[in-house]
Structures are given as C-alpha cells and as structure tokens.
C-alpha cells in the first residue's frame, strides 16, 4: 500500500500528480471465497478490514452493486458518539468510538474524525430525567458524559437560543465531549484501501440476485455480472435492502425500511463547532469543514426505498433549526437528499445468524449507523470468522425478537400526567 | 344522587345524558373569550379580510349508519335537517349539519339547546347511533372578505380554488399545525370549527395571516 | 467610477432611475432593470471574487442561476445579511451593499503570483485525506485552520427582521418556466380554462426573449411577450409568478416555488409583508419549460476575468446595454453563439475572431459572418487564455478533426473577452428530483429528462429542441397536450414566425486539448466554485474512483452553491475521456432540490417563533397566569408546574402547597387529561380488550383505574375510566398520550373488530376538570353543591355522581391520584373558569391551595402511583411495575398484551421491577436518573441494577422519597443499593415498597 | 409529498392530513394464547418490507378519522389504489399497473 503523507504529497506534487498508485485493485472475481460480504458500505468495508487484519482472512470478497460507500454511507450527517442508554448499546457503540480513536492513523488515511462534542439538547422534565438517565449510566459504563443546565450549554454553543421565550426553552443537555463527526466518504475509502492491499477483493458493479442454498445453509451468491460465485461464510450489510436480501433466502426480518432526509446549507464562515442534536423540537445540526451546515432529523412514517422523503420532514427539520438557532434564518439551503434506513423495533441493529446456516445478516441500525462502522465491522468479522457472535455482538441476534429481550433504544414515550 | 344513578335503579340507563348549561346567571367564556377583545384595525370597510368568533354555539357530534333509512329519517326528525352527503353541510335557519365523516356528522345551533336537542335526536334515533355534546370542546370562527381565501391558502393544505370548493361544501383538514373544519358558507364567506384548546393558536395564526390584508374585526352587516 | 461600459441606446434598463450601490466598499451606480452583475459590468468591475482553493481572481461567467463566481454577501445592517447571493439574480436596488465572499487574502493581491504555483500544486483532489494525520493529536490543530478558510459568505448574527410565509395551491398546470416555450404553453393550456401557474426565476418574463434579437412576425420579441403576458393576465383562471424559481419536484406533482417578493426593493421587506413566500403547489400536469443553460468550453486560464459563457454577452449587451469589454474572441462549437460576435459588432466593438472548433462550419451563420467582415478560424480552437488579472490574450492552435488533440502552430490573438459555447446543457434538474435518471442524446449533445412517474411533460429547449420557432410550437402543443390531460380539451395556440439562419451540426466538443498533458497543462478549470480542474478528475480516475459519484466527490466537483450548473457536463466528459468510455457509459450524477438555494426561512414559513408549534390551554390558564403560575410544557399544553409565592422557592412552594392538600384541600387543572367518550353496546366488550383489567362487571356509576398496553406486553398509557351508562363510558388517558391512544383503539376497532358496536370521540377540550384533593374536599364542595349527596358511604370512593357545582351541571368522579379525599369535577369548559373561582371564593376559609404538576408528582408518588411516560419506559409490563392487580388473566378474550408479556425474555426473574427507593440519609434526594449498583467499588463499567423513576423530597413524610427500577427488585425489599451520582457522592439506600403513605388506603375513603 | 386518495372522503388529499400505519392485511391470531413466543414475535415484529409493491394501511388522522389500505410501489412511490377496510387489493403484482386507478369509492 502507498503510504500517505505531507512529504509524499510533495514528492508528487513535483511529478505533476502523475505516479499516484490506484486506491484499489479492479480485481476479476474469483470462483470461490472463504467469505463473501454483501454490501461494499461503510459497514461491509469494515468487516472485511477486520476479517483479514485481526482474523488473517483474507480470501474475501465484497460484492456491492453500486459503488463503494455508495448507500447510507454517503448519505448521512456523519455524527459519531456513544453515549447509548442501554449497556449493550453503550458498550457496542463505545467499543466503535474507541476504534474510531486512532483509526485515520491506521488506515494512514485522514477520516477527518473532528471530537468536537455532541449536544443532546433537553426541553421538557421528561427530556431531563432521560438524559439525567442516560449520563448516569454513562459515566458507569466508563462513557464520557455530563449533564448540563442550560447556562452549560449556552457556554458551549454561544449562538443557541437558550432564552427562556422560546417555545420549548432548552432546559438542559447531555453532553459527550469525545464524541463528534468524521467525513464520511473516507472512511469508506480508508476501509477499502487498507483491505484491498490485505487482498480482499472488491468486487463493485456486482449486484446479488440471489442468495444460494444447499439443505439449509448458505453456499453462495448469484451476481448478475459475474454469475456464481461460492462461500463458505456469507454476511450481508447492505443497509436499506436488507429486507430484499433476507427474502432471497426465504426469510423475513423485523425490519422495515424507511426514507432518512438530510440537507445542507450553502457553505457559511464557520460558527458553529459542536453537534447540536434536539429530539424534541426535533432536528440536529453541525457546521462540515467546508463550511455546509449538515441538519437532519427524523425518519419518514411510511416504507420507502425511493432515497427521498416527503417535503414536509425538511420543512419540519429546519423550522426546528430556525427555532433553535432564529439567526440562520436568512442562510440558504443547498441541497437534500435521502437515503434508505432499516429500522427495527426497538431501534437497535440485528448483528445475527439467521434461520440459513453460514448466512449472517448485520442490519437494522436504523438512523445510527454511521458512527459504529468500525465497531460493527469488528464485532461481525467475528461473527464471520468464528461462526460464533463477538460479545459485543451476542445480545443483538434477531431471534431476541422471538423471546422478547428487546433493547429498547427509543426510550421514554416521554407522555406525563 | 344522579338521575342517571337513580334511573338505573328501575330501568337501565344507557347513555348517561345532561342538561350542561346553568339555569343561574352564570358567565360562560368562550375559549376566544381573551382574544376577541384584541382584533386590531377600525376602519371595517376597506378591510381584505375579517375574522371573528361565533362564540358559545351548539355543537354535537352525531354518529350512526348512513345506509340505515331509520337512522337518516330519525335525524331529519330530530334535526330539521336532511343528512348530507360527503362533504356536504345542509343548513336551516340557525342550524347546519356537516358531514364529518361516514359516520359522523357535525350539528351546530343556537347555544341553549344542546340539551333539547341531544334528547330530541336520542328520541327520534335507535340501534347503534352516538350523540356526543362537544359544546364546551370547540368553537366556531368566521373568516370574510375578499382576502379569506388567501388567508386559507395561506394556512391549509386543501385546495380551496371555487371550482373544488363551492359555497356548501365542508371539509376537515390540517390548518397551520393545528385542523379545522372548513366551511365555505358565501362567496367570501367562510366558517371554521377548531378545537378549544388549540383556538387562542389558530386565532393568532389567522390574525398573522391576514395582517397583510389588513385585517379587520366582524364584517359590517 | 462611471458606467463605462454601458450603451448610450438599448436594453430593457431604465436609464432615467439611476440607482447607488456599493461592492467591496466603493460606491458605483447602475439603473433601475439592472442586476447588480450587469450594474459592476456596467462599471467595469472585472474582478469579483478569489477562487476557493487556489486563490485566483475571478470575474463574472454568466447571466444566470448558473452563475458561478459571483457569489456575494447582502446586507446593510447585521439583522439583513444574507450570504452567497448570486449577483446575477440579484436585482439592483437603491442602496444595495454587498460584498465579495472569497476575497482572501483581498481581491486585488496575486497570492499565486506570489507563492508560485508549488503550493497551489500541494491541493490535488483528496489531499486531505493523505495528509494531517501525524501526530494523532495535532488534528484538531489542522481543522482549526483548515475551518478558518471555510465557508462563502457568513450568517447574520442576529435575529431575521423579516418574515417569510407559504401559500398552498392545486393547478391543473403549472409550467416551470416562461420562456419562449412556456409562454406559449401557458396560452394553449389557458385559452381551454384550465388552472395556470407560470413561474419564472426572472423579474421579467421572457426568457430568451428578452435579449433576443430575431423578429417574431417580424416584430421585436419583447412585443409578443408583452402582448402574451397582457393575454395570460387577462384570464382568471391564471396565476403568473415572476421573482418566483421552481426549486423543487417532489412526489406526486408537489412542486416548492420560491418566491422572492422583496428582494428587489431594499434590504429589508415593508411592514406587514413576507420577505420571500414558498408557494406550495399540487399540479395535476406538470410542464417543464426550464429551458437550456449554455456550456462553457474547458481550455488553460479559463477562469480569468473575461472569461465568460457566449449566451450571457449577448445577454448583457441585448437586456442590459452593457458590452463587458473591448474586445472580443468567441469560441464555438456550434453555429448558435455567432450571434454573440453579431450582437458585439452591432455595439460598436471589436470582434477580434471567431474561432470556430468545427473545420466545416460552411452555412448560412458563416456567411453571414463573413458578410459582416468577420474573421472566422475554423477547425481552431482557443487552448488557454492569457493574462493576471483579466484577459489580454488568446492562444489559439488548431484541432484534429476529432477534437481529441491540438496541431499546427500556435497563434496569439490580443482580446480581453473570451467568449466560449460548448453547445447547451437542457435543465433537466427538476426532472431529476423524484429519482428519474437522465438520458444522454448525442444529437442534442446534452442529457434530457428520462422516464418518470411523475405527470410530466417536457418542452422546448429542456427536451433538446434549442432553436427559437422550435421551443415556440413545442410550447405550444405540450401546453395543450397537458391541459387537455388534465381534463381541458386544447388545441395548440398558434405560434409566431420566426426568421432564422438554418444551422449546421455542432461539435461535441466538451475540454479543448492542450499540446501538454492536463496534468501539466495551464488549469482546465471544470468547476469553477470548487476549484476542480481537469487535471483533477484525471488524477482521480487514476487513483480508481471510477464511478461518476466517487469522481464528484473526491474532488467535490457539483458541490458547490450551483450545484455544477456550467461544470457538471464537461466533468463527466473529461471522466469518460479519461475512462476511455461514452459520456452515457460514465452517468450523471443525481440532481437534488434546491435547483437554487432557498432561504430557511422561507421553508420554516410563519411556523416560528410564537407560531412554531401549538399552544394548547385549558380553560382556567388565566386565573394561572393570574396567579403566579411557573408552567411545564406537556406535550403542546402549557401546565401549571407550581404557583410559588413571593420569595419562595420551588422547593418552598412545593412544601407548601404538599401540606395545604395533605392537611386540608388543595386543587389541581386536571383538564389537560385526555378523555375519550365511548358509546355503543360493545363498549364494555371494547374496554375488555384494550385494558388489561375486567370490564364485564363494572356497574353504572363507577370507575376503574385501566392500564393499556400494546401487543408486546409493555404499558404505554393509563388512566380512569367511568361507566356512564351500560353503552357509555367515558375514559381518561395521560396529557401526552390523549391523541396516540384514540388512534390506537380506532385502529383495533376499524382493521380488528370492525363489528363491535362503539363510536369513539375526544371530548378532552369539552370539560373542564379540576381536581379537588384533601380533607376538607368534601366540606368545600358541599358548600356549592345542593344535589350532590357526598355522603361517605352513599357518594363512595371510584363512584361518580351527576349534579350541580357552582350553578352549573358538574359530572363529579370522586377518584384520587393524591391518596386523599378526593373529587374531579367536571363541567363544560366555558364554565370551567366560573367554578374554579367560586370553589376559591369559598375555599380561602379552607386555605385552598391551587398546585401544579410537580406537587401532584409528589403527592401520587407518596401513594406509590406510576407515571406512565416516566416510570415507565415501554419496557416494562405491569408485573414488572408489581401491579399484577391490574391484570385479569383469565378474560375470555385474550386482551392487547397479555400474550406479550408471556413471552420468554419477559417472565424470566431478574427483570427491572418498580420499588421504591428510600435514601439512608431522609434528606437527600437522590437525582432521577440515577443508577443504582451493588457494588459501587466495582471497576468500569460497573454492573447496574435499574435507575430511579421519580424522586422528591416530601414535606408530608419529612423525608425524601423514590420509585425506581431494580432487578429483582420485588424480591430485594430491605435490600441496600448505591448510587454513585455525577457529583462524586454515593448515596446509600434501601429497596422498600412503593407505598411511602397511608399503605390501607385510609385517607381516600374517609 | 403523497397525494393520497381517501376511500371514505371521495377525494385526494394532502399527505399531511395522514399518518402512515405499516403493512396492511395483517391479522391478529385468533388464539394469541396458543401462539409460540416465535408465532407471536413473527406477528408483532417481522414484516415483508418489500421493494416495490406494498399494501400498507394510513389513516386519514386529519379528516374523517378512517383507516384505509393503499397498495404503492415502495420504489417509485406511485399509488396504485387506495380501497376501504376489509376489501382486498385489486393489484398484487406490479405488472397490474396499468389497471391502477384508485377506487373512486
């Protein structure tokens, strides 16, 4: 792997950019992988890094049908943080922001990964005994966390209107000072690069039409580009299209997916250098370096695989934006777009074996995918590699929603007398 | 002790039914009752648009099978008024009837008779039906002029275009973050059922809407 | 500084209403019709800006939304700013200030000429990723100086002045567009009666017209605009929306229109008026008449002032009267743009050349070029510019027949504009917003809209048909095609003749080749606002980013506030090249909303500040406000929380208005509870189900207590309900849960048991309800009521009786959430404020206390009464939370939740079960939200037991008081437990029952 | 933004005036008590979710308080009929298209 630095950047520079090597082979595919990974996202990438970095699989194939990084990856507000209520959220989603930490220096390869800290924003009691709730766990779960009043979060973002004549007046926040956000489209690429100079070969314009059996287990994929190619071991992680995969090999999942809007701002001199998240008056909002405000907020109601939502969530999205901060009422915004969530029930991924021996599926992260992505390659390659769940990974089966041991992300309905 | 206790006891009481307006001099406050007061401009002629409260009203709730021959006629007996159809309202002197929805239609009257009413229709009416008393839960608005309409554009998704929506027709739908039932009762004449709680809101929403047009307080007659 | 380069003649500018305004700090003067684009042409203004990356001075381009340099910060006070306005629809207004937004280090110093090119040459695509990375700590040093460059223009930092408002509409067809081919649409589909939206991003209606100097029946265009848009005003079935862009196209024929109402007339909007309005609009056929954007032509320097699209000369000379230099190169590739040299002869200047890419370029448009006395250079092309600060000259060599490579010698012509046209770009964007993917057209040399779902139909210049008469007819009959699918029968209006110069085929020309590699060549800029040049996407070809998507965003090409308008065609070019595919093998990448920017506010609308959510209150918010009342929002309801005195603190507060009820009667607004009246023989039946408790036996004139679940077992809402008649009952459910939980039972009634008799209305609003609580309730309310008999034993407790309160017909519940002697009188809510004054014109002898919220929170959770919401979380079931009293298991019909709440995970011991919670020290009290654990030495992460629900200090006992979740709790009672809390401190406590107070139940029943 | 049409209004109306309900034609088992935990778990959690055709329930939340069934393409977004409770889909197939005109009820 060429290793990029400052230094090597001038030598370049020298040579006209001429010399620089490709970031990934084209490789052609073979017959027959130790692993196949379906879904060249964010997620798969990870996996197959992890596979052959700490499991030393490197026979391994990622067949995207897109291009790398191409669903959700691309597609989201890029926010990373951990602090999780549940433990077995809060250690997952922790073990991720670990790897996060030192992970441009690993892959040599700059995720720009900016821990400029994360407000979660309180507006009502309720709003205030969660986060009250969450901190608490937090912190004994070894989790950065702290719970501010609202004189504490008007310290860190000078230009949230904290005032008590709002509509829902902040009364408070959670606050994790290590989380943040990183660029998205590198991690993804760093990802790539690194396993693809381990020798995992990714395998892009290659989509799954079907997943093939043999009496109940797994075998292989069939590609419409490339035909058949065989596996011992098969996961998929193609968020968005899970429920489409699981259905080719004959089962359902408790998933449903659902169209996820973001937006952008024109770029602005910067403001703004925390992420500023409010589930009440419902929207969240950070400042990219290159100036975009990056907003989102919640999920469209209804099934949809179409990347786009309904106009009226963007309209709700930034009348929460302009009511938490009225001076970004003349900014401008850019552009929109959606992606494909699959949600589950209780708002937790499924990090599973499946009714189909050798088949596993890592999904349903919902609207938080993006800051586990190296957590949850870590823990599936695991899965992978051994047959067996990482520990990390153990609570997240798909079967818990057989038995009822749900880790119910959503919280409090937040409804009081 | 209750008349409806005190009638269970002989025959059993079904529906639990009441007179509930004081026979004293009692002050009702209508949910406008503080707004209404504060109506900006004077100068009534010139006004685009006129908005004003028809406060303290009969409204009840009426349920039951539109197909049932004995529900439609127990109505009209009861009522005075045929039951319309979807998204119609049949109107007689103080009295209108909307449709609401298949099975529900709303009746509003002079305020006192609620009471005489709700008996009256539960007289006329059997089988599977509901009257509900929703007096004290809504009140009725009225919006005028020239400019009404761009008020509702403003202000409702529906599309309140003459040719969708000519005099006599009523529809439920979203008003700002709120709903209303919407009536268009004239030319320019419009009149809107929202709901107590979230009246003081559509009243000040209405009120910003038609600043432009400068607004104005009841149309002169 | 004068208008130098303003005609004495000509334009659609008013020269009689000169306007002042200011750029970058100088004072300049344009006219009333101007933009202030064509106003700092006028006045000479070359540079305008600092390009992003490189730092290199740049001038106007284009006329249009295209416009990629021209990017300024408005606004004369701090409250007005608004940043990254394009000049180039920016209408000129007296008074106007702007600024340049990529000025650094200033306009007027060659930071490049400067530093060399070295350091430029140290920003390939991606270097960011390759570099900054060592030492892991010092990122965050780099992004602080990295953040420092980002960003155009800045944000106000006060509050928006204006206002912005939204109108709603339904049209049977809107046209995007009133070009020539949209105003013909319009007439065709508005002769047939149909509804007519015709929205324009211009202050004039026009399009092309406007600058155009072809005849149209042999009169001036302008003419048969004016007259068409006298015609279209006429209708009433018309709505025409200058100033207005179609920004987005959403599902189902949604459209977003922005319209900038003010804008145009000064910094700020006139009293009572919105600054901008979205319109909303359904349309039943949509027809796109979005026209075409020019193309520019990739070649060395070609971002250097002067530099411009050829359209958008002829644009400045036609409309504005304002010729942007001396003299003039055009670049073409097609026989279109010759009017370009045309329209700068006729202004008296000199065309130096037109060099023409096409060796046989021999026609009608030469000829007439050279009838002119034009130099034509044909099968030439220009490779780079030459100049610093504005163009001096062009190198022009000439060009394999291919276009692939440059031959022959090199000639430089002396000019200081260089016009270029690569051909026309359709605007497919809005096509493109509902997911229908563009499709190449080699004839039309651009992408069109491909197929979609949407009722759409495409005319004129956007479907590839760039000529006048052809845009004109198109128009025409589309717009009647999509009047008469939308139920208007039309027939195509008859259309203008046009006299025009037949042309011949273009040339697919896209980055004009240099005698050096790209990567060595002068930059090919291809997107401008980004800096990304052709070298560029190369090198990111060569690094494998393959896909046109990874292209765009390893370098960023498209990401800019144009979204790529002029660059992204000629980007995908020079990837196909450089990927030795077609321009369709390599694909366009997805167009999204906004075509252009639009300002939050005006997407928020009126749904801000007071009006941004609802404000429910209840009937007595008054008399609260009157009183003092802190509120707590509820859902949308404002609450009273606590009616604290002069001087006391909440805490005081609470201890008082806790005794005053606890030792005589206190009162609550409990009007906010949801209530939902249920009538129908299968009322009882419905209950049965929807409830986890019996329903079957409840006799009239009593109530319950119910607890809801959903299908997994978990309690999600509780509350009273009372059985009014055998068909009639009346339930009440949580403040914030009153709308979720009618949905709810309609849901199961309507898809599961559509045959049970019952209708379901909310009747919240319609009572009034106040609640009284405490020992003296009973001798309060006989003194208003004389035919209500209270006896203990005949009004007893869960009883309701109906009667009269105050004068006015009361249904009275005498039901207790406090533990007290308790009754909830309910009256119709416009007498509610009535009898709540008389209850205290009467109570002052019994201390009435009004409390709020908090207390009633203290007063349950001393009875050890749940909050659903917040002792509950929609994990836990109603054996978790020990209330197993309330499940009837043995109910014929097996009930909403009783099978979920069987499943594995949720009868297994260890489960999170409700206690209470008592400190060791009575005087702490203990956070909610606090997390128990056994062993708070233990290390990181320390196992955890359950967190605290509810927590208060409570004046009644002395002490403070908890409910929370424990594992295994029902099974620890006496238990010790910790809670490390935030601060440091650990607070020991022992696991007891819920019930602090009155365990029997004895005050309630008194 | 859906333009939807209620089956019980008779007319289209705005998707604000609506609130989505997941798939539709699901029915609750007759004998929830002799369900398996996994019967139940498939019930209450597990659905299609298909790309494409999808019969889903809204409710017309704004209006007449009517649940109804709509059958879309999860893709497109198309609405290929909207029909009342309790009546079964006139489409089931996505090639069913050009009979797609909602139930003008």
Redesign the interface.
């Known amino acids: 792997m060429q290793k990029y630095s400052g230094f090597g950047l001038l030598r370049h520079a020298l040579t006209y950019h001429e010399n620089w090597q490709r970031v990934w082979r084209n490789p052609k595919p073979k017959k027959k992988y130790d692993v196949i990974i379906v879904g060249g996202g964010g997620h798969g990438l990870a996996t197959a890094y992890y596979l052959a970095r700490v499991h030393n699989i490197t026979n391994v194939a990622v067949v995207e049908k897109g291009y790398l990084g191409g669903g959700n990856t691309a597609r989201n507000t890029t926010i990373v943080r951990s602090n999780y209520l549940w433990d077995e959220a809060a250690l997952l989603y922790e073990h991720a922001m670990k790897l996060w930490e030192g992970l441009s220096q690993e892959l040599n390869y700059n995720l720009m990964f900016s821990q400029r800290g994360v407000l979660n924003l309180g507006h009502t009691l309720q709003d205030m005994r969660d986060i009250h709730r969450r901190v608490s766990a937090n912190r004994l779960n070894g989790i950065d966390s702290e719970a501010l009043d609202a004189r504490g979060v008007q310290e860190i973002v000078p230009i949230l209107d904290c005032s008590a004549s709002r509509r829902y007046p902040v009364l408070g926040a959670s606050w994790q000072p290590r989380a943040g956000v990183a660029r998205h489209d590198a991690v993804a690429w760093g990802f790539a690069r690194a396993a693809d100079a381990m020798g995992v070969d990714l395998l892009q314009q290659c989509e799954v039409t079907d997943i093939l059996t043999e009496d109940g287990a797994a075998i292989g994929v069939e590609t419409r580009q490339h035909g058949v190619i065989h596996g011992d071991r098969i996961g998929c992680v193609v968020a968005g299209n899970s429920g489409v995969l699981a259905k080719m090999a004959g089962f359902r999942l408790p998933i449903e997916s659902h169209p996820l809007q973001a937006l952008v701002s024109e770029p602005i001199r910067p403001l703004l250098d925390t992420v500023v998240m409010s589930n009440h008056v419902h929207g969240y909002i950070s400042q990219s370096d290159k100036g975009d405000l990056v907003i989102g907020a919640g999920i469209d109601g209804y099934n949809g695989y179409g990347q786009r939502g309904s106009y009226p969530t963007v309209e709700h999205t930034l009348q929460a934006i302009v009511e938490m901060f009225p001076i970004f009422s003349r900014v401008r915004m850019n552009r929109q777009w959606g992606g494909i969530v699959d949600t589950c029930p209780d708002a937790c991924p499924i990090i599973s074996d499946t009714p189909v021996e050798n088949l596993f599926f890592n999904c349903g992260w919902g609207t938080g995918g993006f800051k586990a992505t190296p957590g949850s390659g870590h823990v599936f390659a695991t899965t992978l590699a051994t047959g067996q769940p990482h520990d990390l990974a153990r609570p997240f089966s798909m079967f818990r929603f057989h038995n009822g041991a749900l880790i119910d992300e959503h919280g409090a309905a937040g409804v009081a007398h | ?5 005190n009638a ?1 006891v002989n025959e ?5 039914v ?7 001099n ?6 406008l009752a ?1 707004s209404t007061r504060v109506v900006p401009g004077t100068i009534q002629e010139t006004a685009g648009v006129y908005l004003w409260e028809e406060a ?1 009203r009969t409204h009840l ?1 009426i ?1 039951g099978n539109a197909g049932s021959a004995d529900f439609s006629r127990g109505v009209e007996a009861a009522t005075g008024l045929a039951l319309p159809d ?2 119609q309202c049949s109107q007689s002197g103080d009295w209108s009837l909307s449709w ?5 239609w709303l009746l509003i009257g002079p305020g006192k008779e609620a009471y005489a009413m709700e008996l009256s229709l539960r007289a006329q009416l059997d089988g ?3 009257v ?7 009140t009725l608005l009225r919006l005028a002029g020239p400019k009404a309409r ?1 008020v509702l ?2 202000s ?6 003459d ?2 929506f000519p005099v006599g027709k009523v529809v ?3 008003l ?4 209303a039932t919407v009536h268009r009762i004239g030319d320019e004449e419009w009149a809107l059922v929202v ?4 009246a ?2 559509v009243w ?2 209405l009120m ?2 038609g ?2 047009y400068d607004l104005g307080p009841r149309r002169p007659e | 500084m004068t208008q130098r380069n303003r005609l004495d003649t000509g334009g659609r500018i008013d020269r009689g209403t000169p306007l002042g305004f200011k750029f970058n700090g100088q004072h300049y003067q344009g006219f009333a019709g101007d933009t202030l684009a064509s106003a700092l042409l006028a006045n000479g203004v070359d540079v305008i800006g600092r390009s992003f990356k490189y730092s290199r001075p740049r001038g106007i381009v284009a006329a249009s939304a295209e416009e990629p340099n021209a990017v300024f910060q408005l606004g004369a006070t701090e409250a007005t700013q608004v940043p990254n306005v394009r000049a180039t629809q920016q209408e000129l207004f007296d008074g106007l200030v702007s600024q340049p937004t990529s000025g650094w280090p200033g306009l007027k110093i060659d930071f490049m000429g400067v530093v060399g090119s070295l350091l430029g040459r140290m920003l390939p695509p991606g270097f960011y990723y390759k570099t900054f990375m060592f030492p892991q700590a010092a990122w965050d040093t780099y992004e602080k100086y990295i953040r420092k460059a980002a960003g155009l223009g800045r944000s106000p930092r006060k509050p928006d002045v204006d206002t912005y408002d939204h109108l709603n509409h339904h049209t049977d067809v809107l046209i995007v567009g009133a070009g020539p081919t949209g105003l013909s649409a319009a007439l065709s589909a508005a002769r047939a009666g149909a509804r007519v939206i015709l929205a324009d991003e211009q202050a004039e209606m026009g399009g092309s017209l406007l600058d155009c100097t072809d005849k149209l029946d042999d009169k001036p265009a302008a003419e048969w605009v004016r007259g068409t848009l006298q015609e279209l005003a006429g209708y009433d079935n018309v709505l025409l929306l200058p100033r207005a862009t179609v920004n987005g196209y959403h599902d189902h024929n949604f459209l977003t229109i922005h319209e900038r109402r003010t804008d145009h007339c000064a910094d700020h909007a006139p009293t009572n008026l919105s600054r901008q309005r979205l319109h909303r609009v359904r349309a039943r056929w949509v027809v796109l008449a979005t026209g075409a954007h020019e193309r520019p032509l990739v070649y060395g320097h070609n971002d250097l002032p002067g530099c411009m699209l050829a359209s958008a000369v002829s644009t400045y000379i036609n409309r504005y009267a304002v010729v942007p230099g001396r003299k003039l190169v055009l670049m073409t590739t097609n026989d279109n743009a010759y009017r370009t040299a045309f329209d700068w002869q006729d202004a008296g200047r000199e065309v130096v050349a037109i060099v023409d890419t096409r060796a046989y370029a021999t026609g009608a448009w030469q000829a007439e070029a050279e009838r002119r006395g034009l130099k034509i250079l044909k099968g030439m092309a220009v490779i780079e510019a030459r100049g610093r600060q504005r163009v001096t000259g062009a190198v022009v060599a000439g060009l394999t027949s291919d276009g692939n490579r440059v031959t022959g010698d090199r000639q430089i012509l002396n000019c200081d504009t260089l016009a270029s046209s690569g051909g026309w770009s359709p605007v497919v964007h809005l096509s493109c917003h509902t997911g229908s993917r563009p499709v190449w057209d080699d004839d039309a040399i651009g992408f069109l809209p491909g197929k979609t779902v949407q009722q759409q139909l495409v005319a004129g210049a956007v479907n590839g048909r760039y000529s006048l008469s052809d845009c004109l007819t198109d128009g025409a009959s589309i717009g009647a095609e999509a009047a008469t699918k939308a139920g208007f029968p039309a027939k195509p209006a008859t259309v203008p003749f046009v006299r025009t110069r037949p042309e011949i085929g273009a040339m697919a020309l896209f980055c004009v080749p240099h005698p050096k590699p790209n990567s060595r060549a002068p930059k090919q800029f291809v997107d401008f606002q980004t800096d990304v040049t052709a070298a560029a996407i190369e090198l990111a070809t060569r690094e494998g980013f393959e896909s046109i998507e990874h292209i765009k965003r390893y370098t960023a090409m498209g990401f800019g506030t144009d979204q790529g308008k002029l660059g992204n065609i000629n980007g995908m070019a020079v990837a196909a090249k450089s990927l030795n595919q077609t321009i369709p093998e390599t694909g366009t990448t997805i167009f999204r909303p906004n075509y252009t920017p639009v300002t939050f506010g005006a997407i928020a609308g009126r749904h801000c500040n007071d009006l941004f959510d609802p404000i429910r209150y209840s009937a007595m918010h008054e008399w609260h406000v009157r009183n003092g009342a802190r509120f707590e929002d509820v859902g949308q309801w404002k609450r009273p929380w606590y009616f604290p005195k002069a001087d006391e603190t909440m805490q005081q507060a609470l201890n008082r208005e806790c005794l005053a009820t606890r030792e005589s009667v206190g009162i609550l607004d409990a009007s906010t509870l949801g209530k939902i009246d249920i009538q129908g023989k299968d009322a009882r039946e419905f209950l049965g189900r929807i409830y986890t408790n019996a329903w079957a036996k409840l006799p009239v004139g009593k109530c319950r207590y119910g607890l809801m679940c959903k299908e997994d077992g978990m309690v999600f809402d509780d509350g009273v309900t009372s059985c009014m008649g055998e068909n009639h009952f009346v339930m009440t459910t949580t403040t914030g849960g009153a709308a979720g939980v009618l949905e709810w039972l309609e849901l199961y009634h309507q898809t599961e048991w559509p045959e049970l008799d019952v209708y379901m209305n909310t009747v919240t609003d319609h009572w009034a309800t106040m609640t009284l609580a405490g020992p003296n309730a009973r001798k309060l309310l006989a003194e208003l009521t004389d035919d209500i008999d209270l006896d203990r034993d005949r009004f007893r407790f869960m009883d309701w009786r109906q009667g009269t309160v105050a004068g006015v017909p009361a249904r009275v519940f005498r039901i207790s959430f406090t533990g007290e002697l308790s009754y909830e009188i309910n009256v119709q809510a416009n007498y509610g404020l009535h009898v709540w004054e008389t209850l205290f014109d009467h109570g002052a002898k019994y201390k009435l206390t009004p409390y709020g919220t908090e207390t009633m929170h203290i007063l349950r959770a001393e009875k050890g009464f749940i909050i659903a919401g917040q002792d509950t979380d929609g994990s836990v079931h109603p054996y978790d939370l020990g209330m197993s009293w309330a499940v009837k298991e043995d109910k014929p019909f097996s009930f909403i939740g009783k099978r979920g709440m069987k499943r594995e995970d949720c009868v297994r011991a260890n489960r999170k079960q409700l206690v209470g919670i008592k400190t060791k020290d009575p005087s702490v009290v203990l956070p909610e939200g606090a997390q128990a654990v056994d062993n708070p030495d233990h290390p990181l992460p320390v196992p955890m037991l359950g967190h605290i629900t509810s927590s208060y200090y409570s004046a009644c006992l002395g002490r403070s008081i908890a409910l929370g979740v424990i594992k295994g709790g029902h099974n620890r009672m006496g238990d010790t437990v910790h809670y490390p809390l935030a601060d440091g401190r650990i607070v020991e406590a022992e696991i007891c029952n819920t019930i602090f107070l009155d365990p029997e139940g004895e005050r309630q029943n008194v | 933004m859906f333009y939807l049409f209620c089956p019980y209004c008779g007319e289209h109306r705005e998707e604000e005036e609506f609130h989505p309900r997941g798939q539709a034609h699901l029915s609750r088992p007759e004998d929830p008590d002799g369900c398996t935990d996994e019967e139940w778990g498939d019930f209450i959690y597990f659905r299609t979710n298909p790309r494409g055709l999808h019969h889903e329930i809204w409710v017309h939340a704004v209006g007449c308080r009517k649940f109804f069934n709509v059958t879309r393409d999860t893709q497109s977004y198309e609405i290929l009929e909207t029909y009342r409770m309790g009546s079964a889909p006139r489409i089931t197939d996505l090639n069913d298209k050009q009979q797609s005109r909602e139930v003008q009820a």
């Open positions: 002790m209750s008349e409806a206790v269970a059993p009481i079904r529906v639990a009441m007179e509930q307006l004081p026979k004293a009692v002050t009702a406050r209508s949910p503080h303290l709730a349920r979807r998204l609401i929805a298949p099975d529900e599977h039906y509901a509900i008393n929703l007096s004290g839960g809504q761009l554009m403003k409702c998704p529906y599309d309140m275009h040719r969708n439920t739908t979203v700002a973050k709120s709903q709901r107590r709680s979230f003081d809101y000040r929403w910003d809407a600043k432009e």
